[in-house]
């Protein structure tokens, strides 16, 4: 009986996270190639997003306290981000960055700051999300059941 | 004469503008508008000519009367005068004569002397004395001479008179004695002259004040009446031009009034430009109200005007006749004074110049009474002598009677009390007592003249001046009428005129006094006056300017008017006045107070139609506004109606979507037969109403204009096979052979709308297959437009059958596709523009198609032909009954085709078919620019180039569309109308190189006969022993062409070996290349297979080497490719990527991301290749050893591009710097496998 319930859990809160836009359809193909070989791909890349993404986000906030400003270099990490929160399907940090770079276009600094704390909070609510995804997932797997597709 | 003359004058130029207006009139705009205003006009210039020939007339008349009248008055009175005159001097003679009897001729002579002034009028007496006194004569030729000027000038008689007898008097002096007789005769011719003068001169006079007023007053009509004129122009012209100008130009104007009204545009065309039309509104009525206001002003001032100018014109006759009545008066009073004086002289003559007196109250009294009648208003006269009071003694003595002295202390004679009765007179210096009298007077004999106050004055005066002198009024015995006395002295000797008073006294011997009966005097000169009714006559002795005496008159009842006019009665001391009033009051002014209430009630009339009018158009202009209003709300509401259906069928869609997802999965479960079905008609139900909610998702669109054309290439012969494949199912349940053909001159690729395009199509198409009923055929052709244009030398097959159809109908079956009649096809395009249109703005870009459908069906009604493209409305209401759909699908074709500016249009007879035809402007596309689908056929259609084939089929038409279809795979084609004549050919080849290419021999099903293709085969069999050929080698093979034919009967045919195969109608690329293939048996047929091979069987062991600088994105790529068996190693930078790919490597592919650090991809990519290329010269010019580089000759690695924004440019510049491909990030598989096919299907 748990492990049903906890499977429904899951497949709801995914569904969820697709319908409130916080995923897209990359996520779904980012799931279907993790297979038998390669079995935690999905953490692995999610990880590997988090780690990356954290590292821009600080760049980017140290880079708008600085008294000169570096729209070209900010240019080029948001793109980074945006390359790769659409890999792992972080729809709505995706759409963010799009706007982010349009500031960093027009050097707009309130813009970008504007973006970058939006951006932040996004990344936040994403990676909470994921993260208890993941959790669910792992009393699943615990608990000796399979992940629903 | 003259006058009636002006007066038709007047007329003839009212009439002139009459015309003029009317003329205007009828130019102006053609409708109800042109003919109110031309009654308002009409009424304007009526009411404007009457009120002037009322004017004019009433004018005319009153002067022309008031002349008339006034001529023949003065000239009677004139007349009279003369004529009392003339009888005066008449009188004089008389009297003389009858005195003569008595005295001498000397006594004669002295008194004519003296008597010369009675006789005014007797100038022709002095005529005589020219020669005696020429200097006299002369000044008296010179006074003539200006009594004449004066004459003509002031019509004055009497100031004639006046000189005459003061200068006839000085000339009288010398006179000669002339015949009485002659005198008279004489004087008469003159006066009789004089008077014609003075008529005549009066008459000329006359005539020109009358003209004078009459030219005035038409002056001044003339002047209303322009104004009036130009108010109608202007008013009218300028309130409607502001509506109208717009819309109707005015017809040719006639000249003269070309120019007003062109004026008059300008202007309203400046007002309009000016202010907005509530302002004009506004203004106009301002400009009425001004209208009306000067109109009563007008007519205010006309009323004044006119009044004025009646009592001036009373004035003016009060004063005429007052003074005429004053001067006659004093003339009358002057006359009887004169004859006083003389008889004073004739006293001094003959009672004081004689000794003994020839005198005495006898002769005195008989004289005096018998020349009465000359001094008709004297009561009496009397003779006072003058004595001394030393004398008084003797002269009593001598007279034997005392001295009286008058009774009472004023001058009323007492006529009943006895002379002696009364007192003697006092003791004074000197007595005047009376010693001869009149019959009348002779009471008074005996009474001292000089005892009485104002008989004293008078005789004192009258001796004094030598002139007669006047009492004041005073009641008059017996007739107890007022009068006064007039007094003259009597001297004893001629005196010097200049002499001194004393000299004066010193000669008197005597006074001479007679009574006046003033009111009787007045009475009779009025009574001698015709208009004695309208004035009323006042004498006054104004000699006491402060107490005026009356002398004669009624009581004064005002009536307004007074005139005053002095009288002079020859005494200086004594002034006398005449008043003079009319009888009655002023009567109203009628004339005035007609025409100014009529100019008023005209003014108010106009005013009222303007108004009326006024607001008229205003009414129109709001209602105009209103209605402007509501049309575009109506407009809005239609947008906005569009616009729900629009969202509304947009939200219809998405849950349908689900609906038909989900029935769509339900049918793939376990169901059982019922459940099946039910699920499928409800999938059936749910994809019908999908295809409805496009179409009206569609309308709606095009409604809102919101539907817009996308520009892709593509390739139309594609798109056109696969419509009718589609419907392909249907009509080959029909039995309708369907088929498509594409111009050669149509390029492959054109840009345009391929989804719109297709829609279109298979709208026609589809109806043709719903209307056709089990025979005959549906055909779509595809032409330039250009090739249409020129009929007589049409190229194309096609089109000449579609030009020859008319004459081929003698034959039996007609030359079309399936033989049955059709439509003219040229019919259903001959109204569209881009064919007859000679516009010449041939864009070299664009080509323009047209598309025609033809079909054998039932037909359209030719009364429903009119309404086919309005939405929902179908030939019949039945139509949909038998037939299904909405109607909207041909309304949804004519928008679209209108986007493709282009136009639609058909040609249809009921029980023969429909044609439709639209036109429809597309680019000109390159064929590399297509996608990747047409190109997998491209090894397997250059496998067929040059290969020939036969067509044997009866109709050309359709071996014309089999033909289309061959030459599309690069095969040439012969065609034979038949079997037989298909042997003949085959044989007539053998020997040539023709036969070599000769693969495949076409056989349609209606020219099929086994015999016959039995006998073919024996004879290409018969060939190929002859020839000692290979049996496996290059037969033609022989295909049948059917439309309809079971499985089961083709398997039947193709295993009885009477042909290869066969090929179903429509014709497909796709359906003949697999056709073809097959039966030709070539090796390449297993590509197709291979390309079924999965990604998986592709990639695997493959070494792909993967560059991105994003962790991330290098980690997804690595695991999609993994996923296929891939072998992938990463880089993160463009350096290591170059380092990695220098050959000699191991590696298959590479993906390369684009925007990296450092070195981005299309950098990289650029190196790499320049690397490899390098490489490659070496090998080929043999400096290293292919050994060195792994044994490859090339090398050449593909690099794909990974990018998220796949756009033209994008791609361009990845090709440009030696990319093969790309892949968008994240990956599809589909859009892998795509990618990497081309690069690994080949090496395996």
Not at chain 2, 901 to 911: N, V
Request: hydrophobic content about 40%; aromatic content about 8%; charged content about 25%.
């Amino acid at each position: 009986m748990d492990l049903v319930q906890l499977q429904r859990q899951l497949v709801d809160y995914r569904t969820s996270l697709y319908h409130e836009g916080f995923l897209d359809e990359q996520f779904t193909q980012l799931q279907s190639l993790q297979d038998e070989n390669n079995p935690d791909f999905v953490v692995e890349v999610v990880s590997l997003f988090f780690e990356d993404s954290e590292r821009l986000l600080n760049e980017l906030s140290k880079a708008l306290e600085q008294q000169v400003i570096d729209f070209k270099r900010m240019d080029a990490q948001v793109h980074q981000l945006k390359g790769s929160s659409s890999s792992i399907g972080a729809h709505r940090v995706q759409k963010l960055c799009i706007v982010f770079r349009n500031y960093c276009e027009a050097q707009n600094v309130e813009g970008c700051l504007k973006c970058l704390q939006q951006v932040k909070h996004e990344y936040g609510i994403i990676k909470t999300k994921l993260e208890s995804m993941f959790q669910l997932e792992q009393q699943i797997l615990n608990a000796g059941g399979s992940i629903p597709v | 004469m003259s006058m009636n003359g002006k007066l038709s004058g007047s007329n003839c130029r009212l009439s002139a503008n009459f015309r003029l207006k009317k003329a205007k009139d009828t130019m102006h705009g053609p409708n109800s508008f042109r003919k109110w205003k031309r009654n308002l006009l009409f009424l304007w210039l009526l009411g404007f000519v009457s009120t002037g020939i009322i004017w004019f007339l009433l004018s005319f008349n009153s002067v022309a009367l008031d002349s008339n009248k006034k001529t023949t008055d003065s000239c009677e009175e004139k007349a009279r005068i003369l004529l009392q005159h003339f009888n005066v001097s008449k009188n004089q003679f008389l009297a003389l004569a009858s005195f003569f009897y008595e005295p001498d001729q000397i006594a004669f002579l002295k008194c004519g002397k003296h008597s010369g002034l009675e006789k005014p009028w007797s100038d022709d007496v002095t005529c005589a004395l020219k020669v005696l006194c020429p200097e006299k004569q002369d000044s008296r030729m010179q006074q003539v001479q200006i009594v004449k000027t004066t004459e003509l000038k002031d019509q004055c008689p009497v100031q004639v008179e006046n000189i005459h007898s003061e200068h006839d008097f000085s000339l009288l002096d010398h006179y000669t004695y002339v015949s009485q007789k002659s005198v008279s005769s004489i004087s008469r011719e003159h006066h009789s002259g004089g008077k014609n003068i003075l008529q005549g001169s009066a008459l000329g006079v006359r005539p020109k004040d009358n003209f004078k007023n009459l030219s005035f007053f038409m002056g001044k009509g003339c002047w209303l009446l322009l104004v009036g004129v130009i108010l109608s122009c202007k008013i009218p012209g300028v309130c409607l031009k502001l509506r109208w100008k717009r819309k109707n130009e005015p017809a040719p104007l006639q000249p003269a009034t070309q120019q007003l009204q062109l004026l008059l545009q300008q202007k309203q065309q400046q007002q309009l430009d000016q202010s907005p039309p509530k302002g004009a509104g506004k203004w106009r009525k301002k400009l009425l109200t001004v209208f009306v206001l000067l109109g009563i002003l007008t007519s205010i001032w006309l009323f004044w005007h006119l009044n004025q100018k009646i009592i001036l014109r009373r004035e003016h006759t009060l004063a005429n006749m007052c003074d005429e009545r004053a001067r006659m008066l004093q003339d009358q009073f002057n006359v009887s004074m004169n004859h006083v004086h003389a008889l004073a002289i004739l006293v001094s003559t003959f009672h004081h110049g004689k000794h003994p007196s020839a005198i005495d109250q006898k002769t005195f009294g008989e004289y005096t009474e018998r020349t009465a009648f000359e001094r008709p208003l004297t009561s009496g006269v009397a003779y006072a002598l003058k004595v001394l009071h030393s004398e008084r003694e003797q002269f009593e003595k001598q007279h034997g009677w005392t001295i009286k002295k008058m009774e009472t202390e004023d001058q009323t004679l007492v006529q009943d009390c006895l002379t002696e009765n009364l007192d003697p007179a006092p003791i004074k210096d000197e007595y005047a007592p009376v010693i001869f009298s009149q019959e009348t007077v002779s009471h008074i004999v005996s009474i001292d003249m000089m005892s009485g106050q104002q008989d004293l004055e008078n005789i004192l005066r009258a001796r004094a001046t030598g002139k007669g002198v006047l009492t004041s009024p005073f009641k008059l015995l017996k007739s107890n009428h007022l009068g006064v006395v007039l007094t003259f002295a009597v001297y004893n000797k001629d005196l010097p005129p200049d002499a001194i008073p004393e000299q004066r006294t010193e000669a008197t011997v005597g006074y001479l006094g007679a009574s006046y009966d003033v009111p009787s005097l007045v009475e009779k000169l009025l009574h001698q006056l015709a208009s004695k009714q309208t004035i009323v006559v006042n004498v006054y002795d104004t000699t006491n300017a402060s107490a005026p005496i009356s002398m004669y008159g009624t009581d004064i009842t005002d009536t307004g008017l007074l005139h005053v006019s002095s009288l002079d009665f020859g005494d200086p001391l004594r002034k006398h006045e005449m008043h003079c009033r009319f009888k009655q009051k002023p009567p109203l002014p009628w004339m005035a107070i007609n025409a100014s209430v009529g100019v008023l009630v005209i003014t108010l009339l106009v005013g009222h139609i303007f108004h009326a009018a006024i607001c008229r158009i205003a009414k129109v202009e709001n209602d105009c506004r209103e209605m402007m209003e509501l049309k575009a709300r109506a407009e809005a509401a239609d947008v906005a109606k569009s616009q729900f259906l629009a969202t509304v069928s947009h939200e219809i869609r998405t849950p349908m979507n689900g609906v038909l997802g989900m029935l769509k999965m339900l049918m793939d479960t376990d169901l059982d037969a019922i459940q099946r079905d039910y699920a499928e008609t409800a999938h059936a139900s749910g994809k019908d109403l999908i295809s409805l909610i496009n179409e009206v998702l569609d309308q709606a669109k095009i409604e809102s204009g919101r539907l817009e054309l996308e520009d892709v290439p593509f390739d139309l012969r594609n798109l056109l096979d696969s419509i009718l494949s589609l419907s392909s199912d249907k009509s080959n349940d029909k039995g309708i052979e369907s088929a498509v053909y594409v111009s050669d001159r149509v390029p492959e690729v054109v840009v345009g709308d391929p989804g719109r395009f297709r829609q279109i199509i298979t709208n026609l198409v589809g109806n043709s297959i719903k209307f056709t009923q089990d025979k005959g055929h549906i055909f779509v052709s595809v032409h330039l437009v250009d090739e249409m244009k020129g009929t007589s030398d049409v190229g194309d097959k096609v089109l000449q059958q579609g030009l020859n159809l008319v004459q081929d109908m003698s034959s039996k079956t007609y030359n079309t596709l399936s033989g049955f009649p059709v439509v003219d096809r040229w019919r259903s395009w001959e109204n569209f523009k881009m064919l007859n249109g000679k516009d010449a703005k041939d864009d070299p870009e664009k080509i323009r198609l047209l598309v025609t459908v033809e079909d054998t069906g039932v037909g359209i009604r030719l009364d429903a032909q009119d309404q086919i493209f309005t939405p929902f409305v179908q030939a019949d209401s039945s139509t949909s009954r038998h037939y299904g759909g909405t109607g909207i699908g041909l309304s949804i074709s004519k928008h679209l085709v209108e986007l493709m500016h282009g136009d639609i249009g058909f040609a249809s007879e009921p029980g023969v078919g429909s044609t439709f035809s639209f036109t429809g402007a597309f680019g000109k596309g390159e064929v590399s620019s297509l996608d990747s689908k047409w190109k997998q056929y491209d090894p397997v259609v250059s496998e067929f180039q040059g290969l020939g084939a036969l067509i044997i089929d009866n109709r050309s038409i359709r071996a014309e569309v089999t033909k289309y279809h061959l030459r599309r795979l690069g095969i040439s084609v012969d065609i034979t109308s038949s079997l037989e004549s298909a042997c003949t050919y085959v044989s007539s080849i053998f020997t040539t190189s023709a036969f070599a290419h000769l693969a495949m021999i076409l056989i349609d099903k209606d020219v099929w006969n086994q015999e016959t293709v039995l006998q073919l085969r024996s004879l290409l069999e018969q060939h190929r022993k002859n020839c000692k050929l290979n049996v496996s080698t290059n037969l033609p093979k022989i295909f049948l062409l059917g439309t309809s034919m079971s499985p089961v009967e083709r398997s039947k045919l193709k295993t009885s070996g009477f042909v290869d195969n066969v090929l179903m109608k429509p014709l497909r690329l796709s359906v003949l290349i697999a056709c073809f293939q097959e039966a030709l048996g070539g090796t390449k047929g297993k590509v197709r297979g291979k390309k079924m091979s999965t990604l998986g069987s592709l990639l695997r062991e493959k070494r792909i080497l993967v560059v991105d600088d994003n962790k991330v994105n290098r980690r997804v790529a690595e695991g999609a490719l993994k996923k296929y068996g891939a072998i992938v190693t990463c880089v993160e930078r463009g350096h290591d990527a170059l380092n990695k790919l220098k050959p000699p490597h191991t590696f298959d592919a590479c993906f390369m991301d684009l925007q990296m650090p450092e070195m981005d991809g299309f950098e990289a990519t650029r190196q790499i290749r320049s690397a490899e290329s390098e490489v490659n010269e070496k090998l080929a010019s043999g400096e290293v050893s292919i050994e060195m580089y792994g044994n490859v000759s090339h090398w050449h690695i593909p690099i794909l591009a990974m990018t998220a924004d796949v756009i033209q440019a994008t791609y361009e510049k990845c090709l440009k710097c030696g990319m093969d491909d790309y892949v968008s990030k994240p990956f599809e598989e589909e859009q892998l496998y795509l990618a990497v096919a081309r690069f690994f299907e080949s090496g395996l």
